[in-house]
């Protein structure tokens, strides 16, 4: 990288010196007036011995030089830009680099040996390292040399495979005791490995949690005891509802009263009919179903049960219209639908068309609606 700096500002240099001399070239020419050549700056500069009478020439030669003064001066703060910025700006400009890249910033200069320490994101992908070792090295490292009075603002992990449980855990315990907000697991997780301290956390404010597909094992279940009171978003994907008590309908979303955003994707219903989502603060909600034939897989067919009456955003996606139930109240708050019906040949597709139809039916304020293809062909 700095071979490449230095590469790169040995053109720019080079590059003006050039337009330097070009323009030199040009008000000589104008003038007609001889070129010497300095040995020492190597710079072409008019020779103004033959013209001493002329204003107008001297005049032309002063801006020259004061605009080359002017290229010059701009060119070096160019080059000392970055110098000039304060620590914060620095930092906040690594938060966009993942943790690897951030830290590797160290070897610029003296300056920059600890500006990576303050990092308020840390952004790990386990495609920049060769090896699960080789990341559990390096974030071993990370974390002990970081500086453990910056708070933790977002954290994300993109993984491809499993994750040590122990290392698994150190993340997530270093990430709850720094008072982490954002926090982003996008990687199989196991819910019984998480920590105590996680399911009280009163920082959390954002959630994105993976689990595995259905396809490839069992599914994990989404915790009931979960205690965030902060929380205002929740992503949730390949995760698995199970009821409480003996009713028809699970209710997993119930104790996050601050919830506005939520996202449910490729997630299932076990042991119940319905899928109850209660928030008086919910105001976009997006749901995608399990892209499979509902009728192989237990649990990926179920209806809809909305208690939600902010609710203004709705968005569908999945191979059936699932039975929406809802108060009026609820209903009319809702403003702009999206719906998309992904598999067009799906025998339950076809089944549910009456569904979708008394959607649209019940939907009777909304603003805006889109509707793909599929669905159109389905019904």
Not at 131 to 141: P, V
Not at 157 to 180: D, G
Not at 227 to 234: E, G, W, Y
């Amino acid at each position: 990288m700095d071979i490449l700096t230095k590469l790169i500002k040995r053109v720019l240099s080079f590059a003006e010196k050039v337009e330097s001399l070009q323009k030199f070239a040009r008000v000589s020419k104008q003038f007609s007036l001889p070129l010497c050549f300095d040995s020492i700056s190597h710079q072409k500069t008019p020779n103004l011995g033959f013209a001493e009478d002329s204003k107008e020439v001297f005049v032309y030669e002063t801006m020259v030089r004061r605009s080359l003064r002017s290229r010059k001066h701009k060119h070096n703060e160019n080059e000392d830009i970055i110098s000039n910025l304060t620590d914060c700006i620095l930092i906040h400009v690594l938060s966009f680099l993942n943790a690897k890249e951030a830290a590797q910033t160290c070897i610029l200069s003296k300056r920059w040996i600890t500006l990576w320490k303050g990092l308020p994101t840390i952004t790990l992908s386990s495609s920049n390292f060769r090896t699960e070792k080789s990341l559990a090295e390096f974030l071993s490292h990370f974390l002990s040399l970081r500086d453990g009075s910056t708070t933790i603002h977002t954290l994300d992990v993109h993984c491809l495979y499993y994750l040590e449980p122990s290392l698994f855990q150190m993340i997530i315990k270093y990430a709850i005791s720094h008072n982490v907000q954002h926090l982003l697991m996008n990687f199989p997780c196991r819910i019984d490995l998480f920590p105590s301290c996680f399911f009280s956390c009163h920082t959390l404010t954002s959630l994105n949690l993976s689990g595995y597909d259905i396809l490839f094992g069992q599914i994990p279940i989404f915790p009931k005891n979960l205690n965030l009171p902060a929380l205002t978003s929740l992503s949730l994907k390949y995760f698995s509802f199970h009821r409480s008590d003996a009713g028809c309908v699970v209710e997993p979303f119930s104790t996050f009263n601050m919830l506005n955003r939520l996202i449910i994707d490729s997630c299932i219903v076990q042991d119940a009919q319905n899928l109850c989502i209660s928030s008086t603060k919910l105001v976009n909600l997006t749901i995608i179903m399990h892209d499979c034939e509902p009728k192989t897989i237990i649990g990926t067919y179920f209806g809809l049960e909305l208690y939600a009456p902010s609710l203004q955003t709705f968005a569908f996606s999945g191979p059936y219209t699932p039975k929406l139930f809802a108060s009026k109240n609820v209903l009319s708050s809702i403003k702009h639908v999206n719906i998309h019906v992904t598999c067009y040949w799906n025998s339950k597709a076809r089944e549910t068309s009456p569904v979708l139809l008394n959607w649209l039916v019940v939907l009777t304020n909304i603003e805006s609606l889109t509707i793909c293809l599929y669905t159109l062909e389905v019904h």
